[in-house]
């Protein structure tokens, strides 16, 4: 679909109009085909709430997230499809009951996939209905009379935090997921010749051959010529069984001002946040800041796809903007680009160690690093 803004007319604003009313986040006594300003400050409330990059806009992401939000549990059976996936509301809210009732469903992320139907199907054999791996009427009316097994946290949250635990301070193993930003002819932000796509890969090839170092195992989502779309680059992560996933960007803004780095964990905005992303967020953040001096934009949780669709834990680094004069210089510079891949191992490290032998905040060095792993190693 087309964008629609502030200014457009048709009936593609009339239907996103409606679903707002329908949402109540816009009041519409008589209806219209206007997308004016009340329905652009409605768009941006709803985008709060999802989690969406909130700029009053409706693009593909936006118009998909208003669609899912119209469908309530029961309003229509709900089953797995290859071909093309049923996502909604209804979905997110059958996956969360599933999780409640002790059954792994995966992350609530809207979509109805295999999991979801291995799950449903469990519940349905648990309980005596017939097991075809459909919501209907009599798996909703079940669905609802149970009372919770899980209290005190998410559970698919929780799985996270013991996977990583589990997985011990050593980085020797691990796979990694790094996805550089756009590639191919889709270049992302260019700015006097510097182009977002060309220092993420760079970037990327940076952090991966530091990874390679520790025993690690890093896989890139792209080459130079090749752009997967976000979507695909879930995929590629979920079928190679990562451990973490990184993706690396740059920032834009229409203020040459703008600066600094942000970084981003999968959230909801109603609570629902990714704890082990949220740490992995934090610990990059505060690493970039310490190492760069970059001003500190903060973490935030969204639903972007890469961070929703993706089964193991996903963070997104904006690495600064390259419409400013400052950020720009410093990121078409090798050595500063060093130093973040640098920054971002050592969060990873951090991630793992769960607070054990650690050390301040940008004083972790590329040589601590493999001095502690070979000690972990000789100790095991």
Known sequence: MLLLRRGDFGPDVAEVRATLTKLGLLSDPQPSQVFDLPVEHAVRAFQQQRGLITDGVVGPATYRALRDATYRLGDRPLAFLMAQPVTGDDVFALQERLLELGYDAGRANGEFGQQTEQALRSFQRDYGLIVDGMCGPDTVRALRQLQPKVRGGRPVFLREQERVRRAGPRLSGKRIIIDPGHGGEDRGVVVDGVSEADVMLDLARLLEGKMAATGMEALLTRGPNHNPDEGERARFANEAGADLILSLHADRNASPLASGVATFHFG??????????????????????????????????????????????????????LTNTGDRQRLANPSFRDVVAEGILVAVKRLYLLGKDDQPTGTFTMDDLLRHEVATGKLR
């Open 268 to 321: 909801t905005g109603n609570g629902t946040s990714s704890t082990v992303g949220e740490a992995l967020a934090g610990f990059i953040q505060r690493e970039i800041v310490a190492r760069t001096g970059m001003l500190d934009c903060r973490t935030h949780p969204k639903t972007w796809d890469m961070l929703r669709m993706t089964r193991c834990t996903a963070v997104r680094v904006e690495v600064g903007y």
